[in-house]
């Protein structure tokens, strides 16, 4: 059962367009959303995290946008750059017993042209 | 900035050889985690360790992985017998505070496994 769905697979964006990444999750106990950005060779690196609430963070050229009653949340990438281009996983995580634990999307390919 | 060390990056082995990974995670990360990572797929937790104590393998296929972390410090991950299904990248990870949910969770750059 895959409990965080991301779309989509793969996307190409040019230079300076806004890139957007959608998840959506089905356990209402998650309690925080973390996108991870991975770079090839690399292990995955925390980008943006977000708590249920808050409708929107913002760091830089990164926002999240979180829907509570849709059980949604989405990565807005503004002014992408290549830089940006990178594999992109949404994440979940619900406490349980104290010990959190991380459940991944299936990650988005991000392709930036120049 | 500190980082998760992991060791081999790459292994090749056949089917049926025993295999092994290491991960020295960041100082004083007390929580551990062994993630499986197929190509085109996100990680997948294997299991996670609160200092040297296992708090969740509820996901390890136990008949032929097993994961310790003697001292409460670095961790091996083994595989006995290999099989085709297992080729995937292996990834460490740590994290600061085992409560605190949102206390960033650290990767290392993993282990690259074929298996032939």
């Known amino acids: 059962q895959q409990q965080v769905k991301q779309s989509p697979q793969s996307l190409i964006v040019q230079k300076g367009g806004i890139s957007i990444i959608n998840c959506a999750y089905e356990?209402?106990?998650?309690?925080?959303f973390p996108w991870y950005q991975q770079f090839p060779g690399k292990g995955p690196a925390l980008l943006i995290a977000?708590?249920?609430?808050?409708s929107e963070k913002k760091e830089g050229r990164f926002t999240i946008s979180f829907n509570k009653s849709a059980k949604q949340f989405s990565l807005h990438i503004m002014d992408s750059q290549p830089g940006d281009s990178a594999t992109y996983f949404c994440?979940?995580?619900?406490?349980?017993?104290?010990?959190?634990?991380?459940?991944f999307g299936k990650g988005t390919m991000l392709l930036v042209s120049p | 900035e500190a980082e998760v060390a992991q060791s081999p990056r790459y292994k090749i082995t056949e089917k049926s050889q025993a295999v092994a990974f290491w991960c020295d995670p960041i100082?004083?990360?007390?929580?551990l985690y062994w993630y499986r990572q197929i190509l085109g797929q996100g990680p997948e937790l294997l299991v996670q360790?609160?200092?040297?104590?296992?708090?969740?393998d509820s996901q390890l296929p136990k008949d032929r992985f097993s994961a310790e972390r003697l001292k409460g410090v670095d961790s091996t991950l083994k595989i006995q017998p290999a099989e085709l299904g297992d080729s995937a990248m292996y990834l460490c990870?740590?994290?600061?505070?085992?409560?605190?949910?949102?206390?960033?969770?650290?990767f290392g750059n993993g282990t690259r496994l074929t298996v032939t």
């Open positions: 100082s004083g990360h007390a929580t």
């Open positions: 990870a740590s994290r600061q505070d085992r409560s605190a949910y949102n206390s960033p969770l650290h």
């Open positions: 977000i708590r249920p609430d808050v």
């Open positions: 994440a979940a995580s619900i406490s349980n017993s104290g010990y959190s634990t991380l459940t």
């Open positions: 360790f609160q200092d040297e104590s296992v708090v969740d």
């Open positions: 356990n209402t106990a998650f309690d925080y």
